[in-house]
T-cell receptor, first 115, second 112 residues
Framework: DTGVSQDPRHKITKRGQNVTFRCDPI?????LYWYRQTLGQGPEFLTY????????KSRLLSDRFSAERPKGSFSTLEIQRTEQGDSAMYLC?????????????FGDGTRLSIL | SQQGEEDPQALSIQEGENATMNCSYK?????LQWYRQNSGRGLVHLIL?????REKHSGRLRVTLDTSKKSSSLLITASRAADTASYFC????????????FGAGTQVVVTP
C-alpha cells in the first residue's frame, strides 16, 4: 500500500504527558498537512510543510504543539503537557505541488484520548 | 473556523434512492473537493471540481459548482448501504497554499 500512513492509530494518555505522532506521506508528494478533527466536526487545518519547510501554522497550534518534517519525508507532530481539550483525531494528508489542483490524500489518523 | 456549511446535517434514505447534499462557502476558491469518511477512518477523496467548472461526474456521483452563489452540491445516485458515511466539502481558497477548509459534514445513512 503506497498511501499515507499514520502511527499510532490510537493513543491514550494521562493529562500532562507528552505525545508524538508520525505521518509517512505518499513518497513523491511535496506537500504535507496536519489537521485536527473533533467529534461531529470537519477537519481543521493545523499546519503544513512544503518539503522540509513549515510554511504556515494555524492559531489552533498553541506553543505546546510542534511539528517537524526532517529531510522532507515523514513528519512528526508532538503535543507537550497534554490537556483534555487535545482529545481529537489527528489527520495527516499529502499532495503534489502547490497550485496543481490536486486532491489531498489522507491517512487514517491518530485518535488521541486524554484521561 | 470552518468555511463550508453542509446541508442537511443528516440524511437517512433507503437503498436505491438518490442522496443530495449541499455546501456553501464564503471566499474565492481555486477548487472545491468532496470527501467521504467512514466511522473512525480517514477521509477518502471523491471529486475535485475547479472554479472554472460547473459540473463533474464520477460513477454514481455528480457534483455541481455555482461560484456566483458560492455553493456546490453532491448527488449520489442509486445509493447502496456501503455509501453510509459522512460527506464533507472542502474548499481550496485562493492564496491559501492548498490548505483545505472543511464544513461540518453531512451524515448519510443508507438502509437496505
Amino acid at each position: 500500500d503506497t498511501g499515507v500512513s499514520q502511527d499510532p492509530r490510537h493513543k491514550i494518555t494521562k493529562r500532562g504527558q507528552n505525545v508524538t505522532f508520525r505521518c509517512d506521506p505518499i513518497s513523491e508528494h511535496n506537500r504535507l498537512y496536519w489537521y485536527r478533527q473533533t467529534l461531529g466536526q470537519g477537519p481543521e487545518f493545523l499546519t503544513y510543510f512544503q518539503n522540509e519547510a513549515q510554511l504556515e501554522k494555524s492559531r489552533l497550534l498553541s506553543d505546546r504543539f510542534s511539528a517537524e518534517r526532517p529531510k522532507g519525508s515523514f513528519s512528526t507532530l508532538e503535543i507537550q503537557r497534554t490537556e483534555q481539550g487535545d482529545s481529537a483525531m489527528y489527520l495527516c494528508a499529502s499532495s503534489p505541488e502547490v497550485n496543481s489542483n490536486q486532491p489531498q490524500h489522507f491517512g487514517d489518523g491518530t485518535r488521541l484520548s486524554i484521561l | 473556523s470552518q468555511q463550508g456549511e453542509e446541508d442537511p446535517q443528516a440524511l437517512s434514505i433507503q437503498e436505491g434512492e438518490n442522496a443530495t447534499m449541499n455546501c456553501s462557502y464564503k471566499t474565492s476558491i481555486n477548487n472545491l473537493q468532496w470527501y467521504r469518511q467512514n466511522s473512525g477512518r480517514g477521509l477518502v477523496h471523491l471529486i475535485l471540481i475547479r472554479s472554472n467548472e460547473r459540473e463533474k461526474h464520477s460513477g454514481r456521483l455528480r457534483v455541481t459548482l455555482d461560484t456566483s452563489k458560492k455553493s456546490s452540491s453532491l448527488l449520489i445516485t442509486a445509493s447502496r448501504a456501503a455509501d453510509t458515511a459522512s460527506y464533507f466539502c472542502a474548499t481550496d481558497a485562493k492564496d491559501s497554499w492548498g490548505k483545505l477548509q472543511f464544513g461540518a459534514g453531512t451524515q448519510v445513512v443508507v438502509t437496505p
